[in-house]
């Protein structure tokens, strides 16, 4: 094990990735200096993603429960939205977050710089300081974690106030009457669904055959269904052909599967199609980093490039951008410069769409089994017989196990309702301690809670469910 205590180490980045492992290094001893643009750390995810769009989602999501409610013989007046206020809440949840963060690296004595970082050679870095002036310093080792930005279809790049990504709808400009989203993945439906549920009608525009294309069909039904309600419009297998602002708003043209268009007007438009690695480093070429063809910095698996003194983690190195994956590989990366034996090989890296209802999911899905032509058993059980699950009036939901036919291990866990991104880690568990269905079937789960949806899809597998009815097979001789 490397002798940690005058290791010098610097930070490229302030993400989850980045002040994880700066955290973990000045635990360990190192001598950690953080560098990163804001005044302190938290990174695309607690300023301008994660945090304060699920903020906006929890509001979203009272403000459709005050419309269910008349259901249950309750009713609300149509809610008064103060959007400076809203706005105001949202930017306080990120600076309580942020300024945590900024007093936990002052705790751990680790040296926070405020600007941007580019390379002189493997051990050198020139800082060029938020404040003025810049400066070189030289470290043992360097962690790239600069995670990523959003991406841009170059022809329909519009000059325009209208026409926002991701971290300018959630800066809450107004409430448009239209909005147009492009993109039908996690990041346009959660935003879409905020605004459609603050009054907009949002119209949104997918080019494959189905919302969310990274998950199974089965999950998403329920939520297209929902947002079918709350959307305006829902248009798979349709491109977006052409943008131009006009007086009143922003013109789109729509081209169908068909290779027929139409014309449209929207007040504004967000352009949610992915992200883009911020690999694009000064002085990165001094270096014997590598960087593939998608942008991606190249990485073994202890995050070690081709640079024996550079190290890379998070959105910057590859799929899945997800924070959660960021801060594992950072203590990963760390524990491998520290000389421990380690390797960022997990069974499951689960993801969660926060919409309403929530989409969640870990390790081998249906869809990629069938990609791989693997078997698998499918077990599933439907919300509509959760007890818990109709108190709520969720019955929509429903979780699935992905098992293996021969072993009964657990491969896979995927849930659709109300909290499934919080119902998700008890499956990644399985998954990673190579769990049975009947290591889940046989653990006591609390009554009634959504919890014992994953118990009883394991008790589907073995053909015995309590709360609903499978006929028994028989013999062909029978």
């Known amino acids: 094990m490397a002798e940690t205590s005058n290791l010098r180490i610097a930070i490229v980045g302030g993400g989850p990735g980045g002040y994880a492992a700066a955290f973990l290094a000045a635990d360990l001893g190192m001598k950690v200096t953080m560098i990163d643009p804001e005044v302190n750390p938290g990174g695309v995810c607690l300023y301008r993603g994660c945090i304060p769009s699920k903020a906006l989602l929890h509001v979203a999501k009272l403000i459709e429960e005050s419309h269910q409610a008349k259901n249950w013989g309750i009713e609300f007046g149509n809610p008064k939205i103060d959007l400076g206020r809203l706005r105001s809440w949202k930017e306080s949840v990120v600076k309580k977050l942020t300024g945590g963060l900024g007093q936990l690296s002052k705790q751990h004595s680790i040296q926070y710089i405020q600007g941007r970082a580019g390379f002189e ?14 400066e070189k310093l030289s470290f043992d080792r360097i962690v790239i974690a600069t995670g990523s930005r959003p991406a841009v279809i170059p022809s329909l790049k519009l000059d325009s106030p209208r026409m926002m990504d991701s971290t300018g709808a959630l800066d809450l400009p107004e409430i448009p009457k239209t909005l147009l989203v492009i993109g039908g993945g996690y990041i346009g439906l959660e935003l879409g669904s905020v605004y459609a549920t603050l009054g907009t009608r949002v119209t949104c525009v997918e080019m494959l055959a189905g919302l969310l294309p990274g998950a199974d069909r089965d999950l998403v039904l329920p939520l297209h269904k929902k947002l079918e309600k709350m959307f305006e419009s829902i248009q798979v297998n349709t491109t977006v052909a052409a943008l131009k602002e006009e007086g009143s708003g922003i013109r789109a043209t729509l081209k169908g599967s068909d290779g027929k268009t139409s ?3 929207f007040d504004r438009v967000l352009m949610s199609v992915g992200r883009k690695p911020n690999s694009e480093i000064p002085g990165l070429e001094k270096t014997k980093v590598q960087v593939g063809q998608r942008g991606f910095i190249q990485v073994n698996e202890q995050l070690q490039t081709h640079d024996p003194y550079i ?57 990629q089994a069938k990609e791989l032509n693997r078997e698998i058993a499918v077990a599933k059980f439907p919300w509509a017989a959760s007890g818990r699950a109709i108190t709520l009036d969720r019955p929509e939901g429903m979780t699935k196990l992905i098992i293996d036919p021969k072993t009964e291990r657990v491969l896979g866990v995927g849930i659709v309702g109300v909290g499934a991104g ?24 609390p009554h009634p809670t959504l919890s014992e949806t994953i118990m009883e899809a ?4 073995y053909g015995r469910a309590t709360d609903i009815y499978r ?8």
């Open 121 to 134: 050679n493997s051990n050198t870095l020139k800082i060029s300081k938020s404040s003025g002036g810049e």
């Open 263 to 265: 014309d449209k007007s």
């Open 311 to 367: 190290f890379a983690i998070g959105d910057v190195v590859g799929e899945p951008m997800l924070a959660h994956k960021a801060s594992h590989e950072g203590r990963t990366a760390v524990e491998a410069i520290a000389g421990h034996k380690v390797a960022f090989e997990p069974n499951a890296i689960p993801a969660v769409v926060f919409t309403d209802p929530e989409i969640a999911w870990a390790g081998l899905t249906e869809t």
């Open 422 to 445: 919080e119902l998700i880690a008890e499956g990644v568990l399985a998954i990673e301690m190579c769990a049975a269905a009947a290591d889940l079937e046989l653990t006591i789960h």
């Open 458 to 461: 394991a008790e589907v597998f």
């Open 471 to 478: 006929p028994k097979k028989t013999s062909a001789a029978s």
